[in-house]
């Protein structure tokens, strides 16, 4: 996916507006306006590169896990897996509450598949995130939130 897309995903499955945007932002290192962060997810407009994804990534981990001990180097180009695996620990979510997130949005994946997607790349048992199933991780993700709200 496109680092747009996948923010847009992150932004629509957290419940964020900008300025939750900017305040993660701010949290991984980089001061953005409210108005370059409505920019990062408007359709035609590339603002978002891979870079500036992986500094919202480690925003988010420390904004709720708070900061490491040893400053992380946000990832240069984050995959679909390694978007999947900062939310995860983000939000301190089980493999439990992966699989429900993906069955709300529409996926059904068994305990070894989803695992799959958390292994190092050179494992025998990784499997590549397609944007298919990560964009159903992103629609369960918001339906959970809205669930969760009411």
């Not at 946000?74 to 995860?88: H, I």
């Amino acid at each position: 996916m496109k680092p747009r897309e996948i923010l847009l995903g992150l932004k629509t499955g957290l419940g964020l507006d900008d300025a939750g945007l900017a305040e993660i932002f701010a949290v991984g290192g980089a001061e953005l306006s409210l108005e370059r962060c409505a920019a990062l997810t408007v359709r035609g407009i590339d603002a978002c590169s891979g870079p500036l994804l992986g500094v919202f990534l480690e925003g988010l981990v420390e904004k709720h896990r708070g900061p490491a001990a040893q400053p992380r180097e946000p990832d240069k180009s984050p995959t679909n897996n390694a978007v999947l695996k900062k939310v995860r620990a983000a939000l301190q979510l089980h493999e439990s509450d992966v699989i429900e997130i993906f069955e709300a949005g529409g996926t059904t994946l068994n305990k070894r598949h989803v695992g799959s997607f958390f292994r190092k790349q050179g494992n025998k048992h990784f499997r590549p995130c397609s944007d298919a199933v990560m964009r159903s991780f992103f629609t369960g993700l918001a339906l959970r939130g809205s669930a969760a709200t009411s």
